[in-house]
């Protein structure tokens, strides 16, 4: 009896600890984190779209850098970029984690990742890109709409009342003067001369290589690679290999990815009714840019 007891407990012990570890694994699946054992493994992260917010990305890394068998980062960039800020958010996260951390980064650009998306992939300890992939265009882009004329033919003028001369700087009723006009060119002047840092930065180039090639102009992946501006040519899968061999991982990598976690009402409209429809967090009307047009 005493044994027949002991195995029941013995066996109700092993399904509960069996029940347990699937628990643990689906949790872990479900919010896209590591297991503490299992082996090294390599982080997945995508930046696709156009850069609006860094907090998830930003987040991202935050939990991968606290993830012991997470060895390396690959992101995965299919982006024109996008708003200035959340771009070097991104950028000084990426350069955070290598430094504090030792972990390697990859970048591998898909599509797109041109302005902002290179921006982003600059920070990275390699890049890897396609021949075929859409990138540099190192620039800087602001667009102010001028309603001034439709305004007047709908009847409908617009009364400012302002203290200081500026405060209604960039006007969408009005042309520019031309000491707005210079104030704004100084702005974007300084952006894009933090763009050119950046990439002179990451790169390990001198600004008098990358000043050059920062005139917005885009260049293939082939192209790009010449130029230095990457490192080799790959799709994603080459890019997890490199990363692989450069931490010591042998044999097929594992991989641990985010999945998506919130479901929007308003990102299914926009993908349902294909109306280009601004999402939450989206740019305002005027910005400064690090965007592909």
């Not at 799709?235 to 010591?248: H, N, T």
Request: proline share 5%.
């Amino acid at each position: 009896m005493a044994a027949g007891r002991g195995r029941r407990l013995i066996l109700q012990s092993l399904v509960g600890l069996a029940l347990f570890l699937v628990l643990v694994a689906l949790a872990a699946a479900f919010l896209g984190t590591s297991l503490p054992f299992g082996g090294d493994r390599i982080a997945l992260v995508a930046v696709e779209g156009t850069i609006t917010d860094a907090r998830d990305i930003v987040a991202q890394l935050h939990r991968y850098r606290d993830q012991p068998n997470v060895k390396a980062v690959v992101l995965r960039i299919d982006s024109p970029g996008g708003a200035v800020a959340p771009s070097q958010e991104i950028y000084a996260e990426v350069v955070k984690l290598r430094q504090e951390t030792g972990k390697l980064v990859v970048a591998s650009l898909g599509g797109v990742a041109a302005s902002g998306g290179y921006y982003v992939a600059a920070a990275a300890d390699r890049i890897v890109a396609n021949p075929g992939t859409i990138t540099g265009s190192i620039g800087v882009i602001m667009q102010i709409p001028n309603l001034g004329g439709l305004l007047e033919k709908v009847g409908i003028r617009a009364t400012v009342i302002k203290a200081g001369q500026f405060k209604d700087l960039a006007s969408i009723t009005r042309d520019l003067t031309e000491p707005e006009r210079q104030i704004l060119q100084g702005v974007m002047d300084d952006v894009h001369g933090q763009f050119i840092e950046a990439v002179a930065t990451g790169r390990h180039l001198d600004r008098s290589k990358v000043e050059p090639l920062a005139d917005g102009r885009i260049f293939s992946g082939r192209q790009a690679l010449a130029l230095g501006l990457v490192d080799e040519l790959g799709d994603q899968a080459d890019a997890v290999d490199r990363a692989a061999k450069l931490v010591g991982i042998t044999g097929r990598p594992r991989i641990v990815q985010e999945r998506r976690s919130r479901f929007s009402l308003w990102d299914l409209a926009r993908e349902q009714l294909g109306l280009p429809l601004p999402g939450p967090g989206a740019a305002p009307p005027l910005s400064i840019q690090y965007l592909w047009q």
